[in-house]
Protein backbone atom coordinates (compact mmCIF):
# COMPACT_ATOMS: atom_id res chain seq x y z
CA UNK A 1 0.00 0.00 0.00
CA UNK A 2 1.03 3.72 -0.70
CA UNK A 3 1.49 5.79 2.61
CA UNK A 4 1.06 9.34 3.74
CA UNK A 5 2.25 11.86 6.29
CA UNK A 6 -0.67 13.80 7.67
CA UNK A 7 1.00 17.16 9.37
CA UNK A 8 -0.34 19.30 11.63
CA UNK A 9 1.36 22.97 10.94
CA UNK A 10 4.16 24.86 13.33
CA UNK A 11 3.01 26.88 16.15
CA UNK A 12 0.74 29.84 14.82
CA UNK A 13 0.41 33.21 16.04
CA UNK A 14 -2.28 33.07 18.61
CA UNK A 15 -3.51 36.36 20.18
CA UNK A 16 -1.97 38.30 17.18
CA UNK A 17 -3.83 40.46 14.59
CA UNK A 18 -2.79 38.08 12.11
CA UNK A 19 -3.19 33.79 13.84
CA UNK A 20 -2.40 32.24 10.05
CA UNK A 21 0.99 32.48 10.15
CA UNK A 22 4.06 30.94 11.89
CA UNK A 23 5.53 31.74 14.64
CA UNK A 24 9.43 31.35 14.99
CA UNK A 25 9.21 28.61 16.90
CA UNK A 26 6.08 26.82 14.54
CA UNK A 27 9.14 27.54 11.78
CA UNK A 28 11.65 25.92 14.18
CA UNK A 29 9.61 23.18 14.84
CA UNK A 30 8.32 22.19 10.85
CA UNK A 31 12.37 22.33 9.71
CA UNK A 32 12.96 20.12 12.27
CA UNK A 33 10.87 17.63 10.89
CA UNK A 34 11.89 17.91 7.74
CA UNK A 35 15.32 17.01 9.22
CA UNK A 36 13.94 14.22 11.16
CA UNK A 37 12.54 12.72 7.29
CA UNK A 38 15.92 13.68 5.96
CA UNK A 39 17.90 11.93 8.43
CA UNK A 40 15.91 8.45 7.64
CA UNK A 41 16.39 8.78 4.42
CA UNK A 42 12.89 9.44 3.42
CA UNK A 43 11.52 10.80 0.28
CA UNK A 44 7.68 12.32 -0.90
CA UNK A 45 6.08 11.81 -3.97
CA UNK A 46 3.76 14.83 -3.64
CA UNK A 47 3.45 17.38 -1.31
CA UNK A 48 -0.54 18.06 -1.04
CA UNK A 49 -1.45 21.21 1.58
CA UNK A 50 -4.59 23.45 2.68
CA UNK A 51 -4.86 26.56 1.12
CA UNK A 52 -4.04 28.41 4.48
CA UNK A 53 -0.55 30.14 5.06
CA UNK A 54 0.57 28.20 8.20
CA UNK A 55 0.40 25.44 5.89
CA UNK A 56 2.43 26.66 2.80
CA UNK A 57 5.22 28.07 5.91
CA UNK A 58 5.12 24.49 7.66
CA UNK A 59 5.53 22.84 4.23
CA UNK A 60 8.18 24.99 2.89
CA UNK A 61 10.03 24.31 6.15
CA UNK A 62 9.58 20.81 6.49
CA UNK A 63 11.06 20.60 2.77
CA UNK A 64 14.08 22.97 3.32
CA UNK A 65 14.64 20.74 6.33
CA UNK A 66 14.94 17.59 3.73
CA UNK A 67 16.56 20.11 1.10
CA UNK A 68 13.54 19.58 -0.91
CA UNK A 69 12.35 21.81 -3.52
CA UNK A 70 8.87 20.15 -4.85
CA UNK A 71 6.12 21.79 -6.57
CA UNK A 72 2.87 21.99 -3.42
CA UNK A 73 -0.26 21.02 -4.93
CA UNK A 74 -3.72 22.73 -2.43
CA UNK A 75 -6.73 21.21 -1.29
CA UNK A 76 -9.04 23.22 0.77
CA UNK A 77 -10.75 20.31 1.99
CA UNK A 78 -7.19 20.47 4.45
CA UNK A 79 -8.33 23.84 5.74
CA UNK A 80 -9.12 24.67 9.18
CA UNK A 81 -12.70 25.60 10.56
CA UNK A 82 -13.46 29.03 11.11
CA UNK A 83 -13.35 29.07 14.53
CA UNK A 84 -14.52 32.27 15.33
CA UNK A 85 -17.23 32.06 13.38
CA UNK A 86 -18.43 29.38 15.75
CA UNK A 87 -17.69 31.66 18.36
CA UNK A 88 -19.74 34.14 16.61
CA UNK A 89 -22.69 32.35 16.00
CA UNK A 90 -23.14 31.37 19.94
CA UNK A 91 -26.53 32.60 21.01
CA UNK A 92 -27.77 34.83 24.12
CA UNK A 93 -28.16 31.82 25.98
CA UNK A 94 -24.56 31.09 25.69
CA UNK A 95 -23.02 34.32 27.08
CA UNK A 96 -20.70 33.26 29.28
CA UNK A 97 -19.44 30.88 26.72
CA UNK A 98 -18.73 33.17 24.23
CA UNK A 99 -16.84 35.41 26.38
CA UNK A 100 -14.07 32.96 26.69
CA UNK A 101 -13.43 33.60 23.20
CA UNK A 102 -11.22 36.61 24.04
CA UNK A 103 -9.57 35.09 26.96
CA UNK A 104 -6.46 33.28 27.23
CA UNK A 105 -5.34 30.60 25.42
CA UNK A 106 -6.33 27.78 28.03
CA UNK A 107 -9.72 29.16 28.56
CA UNK A 108 -10.48 30.20 24.76
CA UNK A 109 -9.81 26.19 23.77
CA UNK A 110 -11.97 25.27 26.89
CA UNK A 111 -14.75 27.03 25.09
CA UNK A 112 -14.12 26.17 21.71
CA UNK A 113 -14.42 22.20 22.73
CA UNK A 114 -17.94 23.20 24.04
CA UNK A 115 -18.96 25.65 21.42
CA UNK A 116 -17.52 22.40 18.53
CA UNK A 117 -20.02 20.19 20.72
CA UNK A 118 -22.97 22.46 19.75
CA UNK A 119 -22.03 22.98 16.23
CA UNK A 120 -22.01 18.94 15.97
CA UNK A 121 -25.60 19.17 17.39
CA UNK A 122 -26.69 22.02 14.81
CA UNK A 123 -27.44 24.42 18.01
CA UNK A 124 -25.39 27.14 16.79
CA UNK A 125 -27.98 30.03 16.19
CA UNK A 126 -25.98 32.59 13.93
CA UNK A 127 -24.88 32.47 10.73
CA UNK A 128 -22.00 29.93 10.22
CA UNK A 129 -19.69 29.89 7.10
CA UNK A 130 -20.40 25.77 6.97
CA UNK A 131 -22.20 23.16 8.57
CA UNK A 132 -20.53 19.98 10.62
CA UNK A 133 -21.71 18.25 7.84
CA UNK A 134 -20.39 20.49 5.15
CA UNK A 135 -17.30 20.18 6.94
CA UNK A 136 -17.05 16.41 7.34
CA UNK A 137 -17.80 16.26 3.80
CA UNK A 138 -14.86 18.47 2.42
CA UNK A 139 -12.45 16.18 4.60
CA UNK A 140 -13.92 13.41 3.07
CA UNK A 141 -13.02 14.90 -0.51
CA UNK A 142 -9.32 15.78 0.94
CA UNK A 143 -9.15 12.05 1.92
CA UNK A 144 -10.38 10.91 -1.67
CA UNK A 145 -8.12 13.37 -3.16
CA UNK A 146 -5.08 12.05 -1.38
CA UNK A 147 -6.30 8.47 -2.18
CA UNK A 148 -6.39 9.02 -5.83
CA UNK A 149 -3.27 10.88 -6.21
CA UNK A 150 -1.20 8.43 -7.39
CA UNK A 151 1.96 9.10 -5.57
CA UNK A 152 3.43 6.12 -2.93
CA UNK A 153 4.58 8.54 -0.81
CA UNK A 154 2.36 11.67 0.55
CA UNK A 155 3.62 14.73 2.18
CA UNK A 156 0.28 16.33 3.55
CA UNK A 157 0.37 19.38 5.51
CA UNK A 158 -3.29 20.70 7.63
CA UNK A 159 -4.52 21.82 10.74
CA UNK A 160 -5.95 20.29 14.14
CA UNK A 161 -9.44 20.25 12.82
CA UNK A 162 -9.45 17.94 9.63
CA UNK A 163 -6.65 16.00 11.12
CA UNK A 164 -8.92 15.37 14.18
CA UNK A 165 -11.71 14.25 11.81
CA UNK A 166 -9.12 12.77 9.00
CA UNK A 167 -8.80 9.54 12.04
CA UNK A 168 -12.57 9.70 13.24
CA UNK A 169 -13.53 9.11 9.19
CA UNK A 170 -10.95 6.37 9.23
CA UNK A 171 -12.20 5.00 12.42
CA UNK A 172 -15.61 5.49 11.54
CA UNK A 173 -15.94 6.72 14.97
CA UNK A 174 -18.81 8.90 16.31
CA UNK A 175 -18.63 12.58 15.80
CA UNK A 176 -17.21 13.96 19.35
CA UNK A 177 -14.07 11.48 18.31
CA UNK A 178 -13.12 13.42 15.81
CA UNK A 179 -13.16 16.49 18.63
CA UNK A 180 -11.11 14.87 21.30
CA UNK A 181 -8.46 13.96 18.54
CA UNK A 182 -8.14 17.42 17.17
CA UNK A 183 -7.41 18.93 20.94
CA UNK A 184 -5.19 17.22 21.45
CA UNK A 185 -2.81 17.23 18.18
CA UNK A 186 0.33 19.12 19.05
CA UNK A 187 1.97 21.28 16.42
CA UNK A 188 4.29 19.54 13.73
CA UNK A 189 3.05 16.11 14.89
CA UNK A 190 2.65 13.72 12.00
CA UNK A 191 -0.27 11.22 11.36
CA UNK A 192 1.05 7.91 9.60
CA UNK A 193 -1.74 6.50 7.33
CA UNK A 194 -1.41 3.75 4.39
CA UNK A 195 -3.63 3.76 1.71
CA UNK A 196 -4.53 2.47 -1.52
CA UNK A 197 -7.70 3.45 -3.79
CA UNK A 198 -10.27 1.60 -1.91
CA UNK A 199 -9.57 2.07 1.95
CA UNK A 200 -7.65 4.20 4.53
CA UNK A 201 -5.52 2.85 7.42
CA UNK A 202 -4.47 4.66 10.74
CA UNK A 203 -1.26 3.55 11.44
CA UNK A 204 -0.02 5.56 14.19
CA UNK A 205 -1.16 9.19 15.49
CA UNK A 206 0.36 12.68 17.24
CA UNK A 207 3.42 11.79 16.28
CA UNK A 208 6.69 13.88 17.74
CA UNK A 209 9.80 12.54 17.19
CA UNK A 210 11.34 15.75 16.11
CA UNK A 211 10.55 17.58 19.78
CA UNK A 212 10.77 14.62 21.61
CA UNK A 213 13.98 15.13 22.89
CA UNK A 214 15.64 16.61 26.74
CA UNK A 215 16.53 19.48 24.81
CA UNK A 216 13.39 20.29 22.70
CA UNK A 217 10.53 19.45 25.42
CA UNK A 218 9.92 23.36 25.65
CA UNK A 219 9.24 23.31 21.89
CA UNK A 220 6.00 21.20 22.40
CA UNK A 221 3.55 23.25 21.77
CA UNK A 222 -0.46 22.68 20.85
CA UNK A 223 -1.74 26.30 19.44
Not at 38 to 58: K, Y
Not at 77 to 95: K, R, T
Request: proline share 2%; aromatic share 12%; with cysteine.
Amino acid sequence: MAEFYLVRHGQASFGTDDYDRLSSLGKQQSFWLGQYFAERGMQFDSVIIGTQLRHRQTAEQICRGMAYAPIFTEHAGLNEYDFHALYNALGEDHVALKRLASGDKRDFYKGLKQVLQLWTLDQLMGALPESWEDFTQRVNDARHFIQHCGAQRVLVVSSGGPIGMMSRLVLEAPANIAIELNLQIKNSSFSHYFFNEQSVKLASFNNIPHLDQLERLDAITYG
